[in-house]
């Protein structure tokens, strides 16, 4: 094929637009967990791949929860390079089902840190189940920094972001993250009715017992027993002191 012929070849790849970036963004939310994929830490450099749970951190940046034990752990250590895939098949055909592979580069939280405590609690509350191990000495948590990520939306929808598209930057990310932890308390205990109502609107829900699991600047996690779902903000907070607006838009105001 010449050179002209291949610049006449009409490209798959799409322009990424702002649909396209809401539904990365909400393949990577709501998925409870993803394939992992890493270079095995040897002369080969093989690709392995598994399966972990997976976590969000306040700014958008994934987290994860591995055993030192395990070989994608062990790879991690020596090459932070890994990609994760989200995405769930559903019913039909498995590849007219939208999928998102996310490139990253994988550092370590350090367990006395306030990165590990703050990571802990959101990852606890996405996987409440993982208490029975998350404090075992050979588990650790890691925290991934998006570089490029490649989505397939279906058939002839395919997209290319980049890193910057998952991470959420505003000067209200990290007061914000201060006061989550009270503020999902006191969204769960008090107002479990407002909760119902963004179940209904928004996931078109009415089943019972729907909880927040996450608050950021851009929206928040609902949890339904193996159900993680996002919603996002009406506009995104600005300040800690207009999180009470957003929850009133939420309820009252437009999709």
């Known amino acids: 094929m010449t050179n002209s012929e291949k610049a006449?070849?009409?490209?798959?790849?799409r322009e990424t637009d702002d649909e396209a970036r809401h539904l990365a963004l909400t393949l990577l939310r709501e998925a409870r967990a993803v394939a992992?994929?890493?270079?095995?830490?040897?002369?080969?450099?093989?690709p392995f791949v598994?399966?972990?749970?997976?976590?969000?951190?306040?700014?958008?940046?994934?987290?994860?929860?591995?055993?030192?034990?395990?070989?994608?752990?062990?790879?991690?250590?020596?090459d932070p390079r890994c990609s994760l895939l989200a995405g769930e098949a559903g019913k039909g055909d498995p590849l007219a089902h939208p999928r998102l592979t996310l490139q990253c580069l994988a550092a370590p939280v350090e367990r006395?840190?306030?990165?590990?405590?703050r990571i802990r609690a959101r990852f606890l509350r996405r996987h409440p189940k993982?208490?029975?191990?998350?404090?075992?000495?050979?588990?650790?948590?890691?925290?991934?920094?998006?570089?490029r990520a490649s989505l397939n939306g279906g058939f002839g929808r395919a997209y290319l972001l980049e890193g910057n598209d998952f991470l959420?930057?505003?000067?209200?990310?990290?007061?914000?993250?201060?006061?989550?932890?009270?503020?999902?308390?006191?969204?769960?205990?008090?107002?479990?009715?407002?909760?119902?109502?963004?179940?209904?609107?928004?996931?078109?829900s009415d089943a019972a017992g729907w909880e927040l699991v996450?608050?950021?600047?851009?929206?928040?996690?609902?949890?339904?027993?193996?159900?993680?779902?996002?919603?996002?903000?009406?506009?995104?907070?600005?300040?800690?002191?207009?999180?009470?607006t957003a929850f009133k838009y939420l309820k009252f105001g437009g999709a």
Request: proline share 5%; glycine share 6%; with cysteine.
């Open 8 to 13: 006449d070849r009409p490209s798959v790849v």
């Open 130 to 147: 993982a208490r029975l191990y998350a404090d075992f000495p050979d588990f650790r948590f890691f925290r991934l920094d998006p570089l």
């Open 112 to 117: 006395d840190s306030a990165d590990h405590q």
């Open 168 to 204: 959420l930057t505003n000067a209200a990310v990290w007061p914000l993250a201060e006061i989550e932890a009270d503020a999902i308390s006191h969204m769960n205990t008090d107002h479990a009715d407002a909760i119902a109502a963004y179940a209904l609107r928004y996931l078109k």
């Open 214 to 244: 996450g608050i950021d600047v851009a929206g928040i996690d609902l949890a339904l027993g193996d159900q993680l779902r996002r919603i996002r903000f009406v506009e995104p907070v600005t300040d800690v002191t207009s999180l009470r």
């Open 50 to 78: 598994s399966r972990v749970l997976l976590g969000i951190d306040c700014d958008g940046r994934p987290t994860l929860l591995v055993s030192g034990l395990s070989a994608h752990t062990k790879a991690l250590s020596v």
């Open 36 to 46: 992992l994929a890493t270079s095995e830490p040897d002369e080969s450099g093989f």
